[in-house]
Every structure is written in C-alpha cells, then in structure tokens.
C-alpha cells in the first residue's frame, strides 16, 4: 500500500501473486435472457474411422455367410440309382435289382435319378453290372445279346485251358483245338484256332477246379466247340482289347 496524500489512497497488487486467469470463462446470462450454445462438431477423422470400421464388418458378415451357403449347397447329397445285386450281361434288369444311393453332385457323373429308375427296371443290361456299382444311361441296352447267326455255348474248361488271368464278359478269346489236354496247356499238341468267341459269363470254381464259360460265337462252330470242350479239346486265348 502507497499514501500519497491524506485523501487518495492507491491499492497496487503484484501481478505474480493475482490468481491465473481461468481457461474457460462462465458466461452468465442477465435475468430473463438466455445464451444460445453453439453445438458441438464431431471430428472429420474420428467419423471417417468409424465409416470404415462398419465398413469392414459388414464386408466380413457377408463373406462369412456367402461362404457358409456355398458351403451346405456343395454338402446337399442327390438321390440316385445303385445296384443292389450283380446283374449279368444280357440279362433283364428287375426292380429288386436296383437301390437308392446317396451321392454328391459331379459334373462327371451321369447318374440315373431315384426319380428316374423306371428307364432301367425291364431293360436288359449293357454290360456285367457289379452290385454297389452307380447305373449311369449306358448301363442298358435295348438290343439283344445274340445277334443273328450267332449262338450261346457253355464250355466246361480245366485248368490250363484258359488263362490264369481273369476272363469277364464282352471279352474276345480264340478258340483253339487241341489233341488233349490234362491239367496243363503244355500237354497234348495244338491243332489250331477255330474261330474267336465273345465270353458272356464265367462260372464258379466248381471241387475238381474246373469252371463253365459262356461263349457268344457262330451258329456254324457251335456243335464242334462243345465237342472238343467236352473231350478236352479246346483252350482259351484271351485276345487284346478291342479284337
């Protein structure tokens, strides 16, 4: 405090020690009036984010659930048509022959429909059908087995008269005449091919190991093949595919 006469009295204050002005100011309105707020504004940025977040999760549940039906569509199984037994070449087709199977969809496969098994059941069979096999549309045929001029033999074969390895139907073979044949092709002399066949079903092993093939071959060389096959006189040359 400063006197500088008896009437006039000056208050100095140091500035160091007057109180920091506060960073926000409180605003008062006179009696009976308001102050309008300004509203605040969101930050660009912060939004932005907040778009792309949403963005993302979005693209994400989508993905998920285009994937998921893709999915299930690829796992939903058709009912197609199975082969419950072994039907011969040649033979007719019946109803207890055929069962329902459960597959997945392949472009690659020509399946017949559940649905559609009436186009088999009556009809004779292509080829020698195996049971658990799929029936495609060329499992059957509608043409005969025997065409005209040719005829069906049995031909009761040793062993040594065909071949160790397998025959199954629609294979070719040449028929070969031989002076006897007892156990083994190696005995007895070869006379020469008759002719060539088309094997239509091979029979079981029967006890003394001997088995029963069904041959397609000509009408003319049927009395003569069952001749020598029943004097022992004959033998089986499988022919490549496609003789």
Not at 82 to 107: E, R, S
Not at 117 to 122: A, D, H, I, M, V
Request: aromatic content about 2%; hydrophobic content about 45%; charged content about 15%.
């Amino acid at each position: 405090m400063k006197l500088t006469s008896p009437k006039e009295v000056v208050m100095t204050t140091d500035p160091a020690s007057a109180p920091a002005e506060s960073a926000t100011t409180e605003v008062t309105a006179p009696p009976g009036r308001s102050i309008a707020v300004p509203p605040k504004l969101a930050q660009p940025g912060r939004s932005r984010r907040r778009g792309m977040l949403a963005l993302m999760i979005v693209t994400i549940v989508i993905g998920a659930l285009g994937a998921g039906f893709f999915v299930n569509r690829s796992a939903v199984k058709i009912e197609v048509v199975g082969f419950a037994h072994d039907v011969a070449w040649g033979q007719v087709i019946a109803p207890t022959d055929l069962k329902m199977v459960d597959v997945l969809p392949d472009q690659g496969l020509s399946a017949v429909a559940w649905t559609d098994r009436t186009q088999l059941s009556g009809h004779k069979a292509a080829t020698a059908l195996l049971a658990g096999t799929i029936a495609s549309d060329r499992s059957v045929t509608s043409q005969d087995v025997l065409a005209s001029g040719q005829a069906l033999v049995g031909l009761l074969l040793k062993p040594g008269q065909l071949p160790a390895t397998s025959l199954h139907p629609r294979d070719h073979v040449t028929l070969i005449r031989t002076n006897g044949i007892s156990g083994s092709a190696s005995t007895g002399s070869v006379q020469g091919a008759t002719g060539t066949a088309e094997v239509f079903a091979v029979g079981p092993v029967d006890a003394s190991g001997a088995r029963t093939i069904d041959v397609i071959l000509a009408a003319g060389q049927v009395a003569s093949a069952a001749n020598d096959a029943a004097a022992g006189h004959i033998a089986l040359a499988l022919l490549p595919p496609g003789s």
